[in-house]
Antibody, heavy 118, light 110 residues
Framework: EVQLVESGGGLVQPGGSLRLSCAASGFTFSRYSMNWARQAPGKGLEWLSFITGSSSTIYYADSVKGRFTISRDNAKNSLFLQMNSLRVEDTAVYYC???????????WGPGTLVTVSS | QTVVTQEPSLTVSPGGTVTLTCAFSTGAVTSGHYPNWFQQKPGQTPRALIYSTNNKHSWTPARFSGSLLGGKAALTLSDVQPEDEAEYYCLLFYAGAHWEFGGGTKLTVL
């Protein structure tokens, strides 16, 4: 069974940093591209970042480019999102999602809440 | 700024049919945008329904179908059930390097 579980969320002050993790199981992690997305309270979904299985290709949304860094450790079946210079508007539930071989986003984790507040 | 637009809200009667659309600010949506559709119920994680325009996941009910319609991506729900009441999001790939979600459509079954 495919499972994705995010962790690392919490309360952080504006300007601070946080590193999110996504633990994957039930599939050959290294073969799949992965994405991060988020959802602010009461708002819609926002795509953030993409990474291929080999980490050879990485994309970012303009809203987080230069502040967030996506990475992965295939040996540990883990995906990461390093978030720096956090802003109040980064407050959201952050999701990791698997991307299949046909541009499909299929499995999502339950999400982890990040709150940026003083 | 690239914008993906969906109907903010739609209402359908049980047993009816409804089509949700997804438009792209820069022009027509094509198969090259690999449209994905998701369903999200309150307090739940988004659930994938459709990928690459019209392909269903193994768990997607048969009453859900995807297509391209008049330059937009479309999600059609047939024989709508009360449990289909939810928020629906489309997702488009563009510029070879970005994904963009639509603003979502709140579907009410009444």
């Amino acid at each position: 069974e495919v499972q994705l579980v995010e962790s690392g969320g919490g309360l952080v002050q504006p300007g601070g940093s946080l590193r999110l993790s996504c633990a994957a199981s039930g599939f050959t992690f290294s073969r799949y591209s992965m994405n991060w997305a988020r959802q602010a309270p009461g708002k819609g979904l926002e795509w953030l970042s993409f990474i291929t299985g080999s980490s050879s290709t990485i994309y970012y949304a303009d809203s987080v480019k230069g502040r967030f860094t996506i990475s992965r450790d295939n040996a540990k079946n883990s995906l990461f999102l390093q978030m720096n210079s956090l802003r109040v508007e980064d407050t959201a539930v952050y999701y990791c999602a698997r991307e299949g071989f046909n541009y499909e986003s299929d499995y999502w984790g339950p999400g982890t809440l990040v709150t940026v507040s003083s | 700024q690239t914008v993906v637009t969906q109907e903010p809200s739609l209402t359908v009667s049980p047993g009816g049919t409804v089509t949700l659309t997804c438009a792209f600010s820069t022009g027509a949506v094509t198969s090259g945008h690999y449209p994905n559709w998701f369903q999200q119920k309150p307090g739940q994680t988004p659930r994938a329904l459709i990928y690459s325009t019209n392909n269903k996941h193994s768990w997607t009910p048969a009453r859900f179908s995807g297509s391209l319609l008049g330059g937009k991506a479309a999600l059609t729900l047939s024989d709508v059930q009360p449990e289909d009441e939810a928020e629906y999001y489309c997702l488009l790939f563009y510029a070879g390097a970005h994904w963009e979600f639509g603003g979502g459509t709140k579907l009410t079954v009444l």
